[in-house]
C-alpha cells in the first residue's frame, strides 16, 4: 500500500486490501449542494463532511478500529430552497431508497454497523433510519449531525446555522482558495416568524430560505477566522473519531447497563 492510500477510505483503497477484511463499521458522510451566503461554495457541505469524516477515519483508524469511509453523497433535503438558483433538492422519499440500496449491501455482506455523518441541516435521517431498521433487525443504524457535535459558543462569536462564522471559519482552513473576499460577504441576517413560536423549538413549519435571508446565509460570518476554523475541525474530528473506536469496540448485543 503505497502512503497515498488511504485504507479506510473506500474510493481510495483496493480489492487487493479489502478482499479478505472484515469491516466492522461503514460510515457514511452526506452533504448538500446549495448556495452559502455570497462567499462560500455551493459544496460546502460536501467539502466539510469529507474533510470532518477522512480526519475522523484517520483518527479511529490509528487506535486500531476497523471501518470504512463510503463516498459522500452531495445532494441533500433543499425542498425549502426551490427558487434559490441551482440549489438541487434530493427528496427524503430518494434518500430513503439509496440508503436502503446501501444498508441491503452491508447487511448481506455482514458489515452489521452503520452511521451517517450529515452535514447539511435539511436532512433528517432518523425517521429513516427507524423504518430501516425495523426491515433490518441485525443493523445496528446510526446518524450524527458533526455541526452538533461540540458547544459552537466556546469557538465562535456568532450564532448562526447556515453559512455562519462556523461554516466560514471551517472553510477558511479547509478550502481557503474556494472563497470570495470578505468584501462580499453577505451579513447572514435572519427575519423571524410573525408567530413568535416558531422560534422555539416546540413548533416548526419549513421556513421558504429566500423569505428568511436575502444573501442566503443565516448567522454572521464577519468574525470568521483560519485559527478557529483549524482549532474546531481538530476539536471535532478527535471528538468524531473517538466515538467512532468506541462504536466498532461496543457489543451491539449488549449495548445499555
Ligand atoms: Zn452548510
Known amino acids: ?33 446549495e448556495a452559502h451566503n455570497y462567499h462560500l461554495p455551493y459544496g460546502t457541505d460536501n467539502f466539510e463532511s469529507q474533510y470532518i469524516v477522512a480526519e475522523a477515519a484517520r483518527v479511529a483508524y490509528n487506535q486500531g478500529a476497523n471501518l470504512i469511509v463510503l463516498p459522500t453523497i452531495p445532494f ?23 440508503l436502503g440500496d446501501i444498508i441491503e449491501v ?45 458547544d459552537k459558543e466556546a469557538y465562535f462569536d456568532n450564532k ?17 482558495e474556494l472563497i470570495l473576499p470578505k468584501e462580499e460577504w453577505g451579513d447572514g441576517a435572519e427575519k423571524k416568524h410573525k408567530v413568535k413560536a416558531f422560534s422555539e423549538s416546540w413548533l416548526w413549519s419549513e421556513r421558504p430560505w429566500s423569505s ?10 464577519k468574525k470568521a477566522s483560519t485559527e478557529k476554523g483549524a482549532q474546531f475541525f481538530k476539536d471535532v474530528t478527535e471528538k468524531i473519531g473517538n466515538v467512532f473506536v468506541e462504536i466498532c469496540a461496543m457489543d451491539k448485543e449488549d449495548m445499555y447497563h
Open 160 to 176: 448562526g446555522d447556515h453559512a455562519d462564522e462556523m461554516e466560514t471559519s471551517l472553510l477558511m482552513h479547509l478550502k481557503p
Open 212 to 221: 428568511v435571508t436575502k444573501d442566503t446565509g443565516i448567522g454572521n460570518p
Open 76 to 98: 441533500g433535503v433543499n425542498t425549502g430552497q426551490s427558487d434559490i438558483y441551482l440549489d438541487i433538492n434530493m427528496n427524503p422519499s430518494t434518500q430513503m431508497a439509496i
Open 1 to 33: 500500500m503505497t502512503p497515498q492510500i488511504r485504507p479506510y477510505i473506500l474510493a481510495e483503497t483496493n480489492w487487493k486490501h479489502l478482499k479478505d477484511a472484515h469491516i466492522e463499521l461503514a460510515i457514511l458522510p452526506w452533504g448538500a449542494t
Open 106 to 150: 452491508l447487511n448481506r455482506q455482514g458489515i452489521h454497523k452503520f452511521l451517517i455523518l450529515n452535514s447539511h441541516g435539511g436532512n433528517d435521517f432518523k425517521t429513516l433510519l427507524r423504518e430501516l431498521g425495523l426491515k433490518y433487525p441485525n443493523m445496528f443504524l446510526c446518524t450524527s449531525n458533526w455541526f452538533q457535535a461540540m
